[in-house]
């Protein structure tokens, strides 16, 4: 069970469906049968393993965020569905549009347990930060590794079309070899 805005999503246990409520009335807004999106995503899949998925399937796993209805099942597929807004006069049948769930490339082979969201503070660069801007800086102002260390760490590794092999390159900083073992 999850809560956005003015509605509840309620997935049943054992359930392949989830429904809208109203907050405030608790009328039933709407349900949402998942298994035929979760059967489009699995068409690709053995046989074996589409009956045994669609034979056991249900709704592990709920999150509402940004708009969005996220649902994972115990196919291992997760699938979205856009919330429709609601407002204190929405009832029963007053939602025009179906609501359609959407596959989700990002899925597993179990069950999906849990759903979490986080929120990243502003300007936050998933990738290494330090790194990457040692990189795009210009040779000029790079930070040179104290020559104590030099030879044993760069202060900056090179883009990949820059090195010399795959195994090694060379910059003006220090010289590193990579060995594979």
């Known amino acids: 069970m999850v809560s956005y805005g003015q509605g509840v999503w309620i997935a049943l246990q054992g359930s ?3 429904r809208l409520y109203h907050a405030a009335t608790f009328d039933s807004l709407t349900e949402v049968d998942v298994a035929p999106a979760v059967h489009k995503m699995l068409a690709g899949s ?3 393993i589409r009956q045994h998925k669609a034979a056991c399937l249900r709704i592990t796993a709920l999150l ?4 969005l209805l996220w649902i994972g099942t115990s196919a291992g597929v997760v699938l979205t569905l856009t919330i429709p807004p609601i407002s204190s006069s929405t009832s029963s049948g007053s939602l025009r549009t179906p609501l359609v769930p959407m596959g989700s490339a990002h899925g597993h082979t179990g069950h999906v347990r849990f759903l979490t969201s986080i929120e990243l503070p502003e300007g936050f660069d998933v990738n290494f930060p330090c790194q990457q801007s040692q ?3 210009p040779p000029a ?3 040179a590794a104290p020559a104590s ?3 044993t760490l ?4 090179p883009p990949p079309s820059s090195r010399s092999s795959p195994t090694s390159w060379s910059s ?3 010289t590193v070899t990579r060995t594979f073992g």
């Open 149 to 151: 260390r030099r030879g």
């Open 16 to 18: 392949a469906q989830v």
């Open 172 to 174: 003006a900083e220090a």
């Open 135 to 137: 990189v795009t800086k």
């Open 141 to 143: 102002e790079r930070v």
């Open 154 to 157: 760069p202060a900056a590794v």
């Open 46 to 48: 053995d046989a074996i």
């Open 64 to 67: 509402a965020c940004k708009d």
